[in-house]
């Protein structure tokens, strides 16, 4: 059973950038694929950015691309989202997920397809 916990969220003005972390554990790290998203009050949850188990495949929202990065470090079982350039209607719960790589079914836009969840970290953007 994997555990995750997010840190990394806070205020923070537009244009600014913060990085949340996702530390998971729980055996293989490795093996899971790994994503952030993101759900804004009275809204659904959505797809930010997703990483393979090896970290050679990332995706990401339109939305975010060119702005955000997706990695994670094997070494320390955790993921990272680096956000730069925030803007305010990027304020919202980030939440970390995680499934097994045997679960795959490449719909890693899917929170339906992820099993593991953390607690989440408050992002608010102000202009």
């Known amino acids: 059973q994997v555990q995750l916990v997010e840190s990394g969220g806070g205020l923070v003005q537009a244009g600014g950038s913060l990085r949340l972390f996702c530390v998971t554990s729980?055996?293989?790290?490795?093996?899971?694929?790994m994503a952030w998203f993101r759900q804004a009050p009275g809204k659904e949850r959505d797809f930010v950015a997703a990483?393979?188990?090896?970290?050679?495949?990332?995706f990401y929202v339109d939305s975010v691309k060119g702005r955000f990065t997706i990695s994670r470090d094997t070494a320390k079982n955790t993921m990272y989202l680096q956000m730069n350039s925030l803007k305010p209607e990027d304020t919202a719960v980030y939440y970390c997920?995680?499934?097994?790589?045997?679960?795959?079914?490449?719909?890693?836009?899917?929170?339906?397809?992820?099993?593991?969840w953390g607690q989440g970290t408050q992002v608010t953007v102000s202009s």
């Open positions: 997920a995680a499934d097994q790589r045997f679960r795959y079914r490449g719909r890693y836009y899917d929170h339906h397809d992820y099993d593991y």
């Open positions: 990483i393979n188990w090896s970290g050679g495949d990332t």
């Open positions: 729980g055996p293989t790290f490795s093996s899971y694929y």
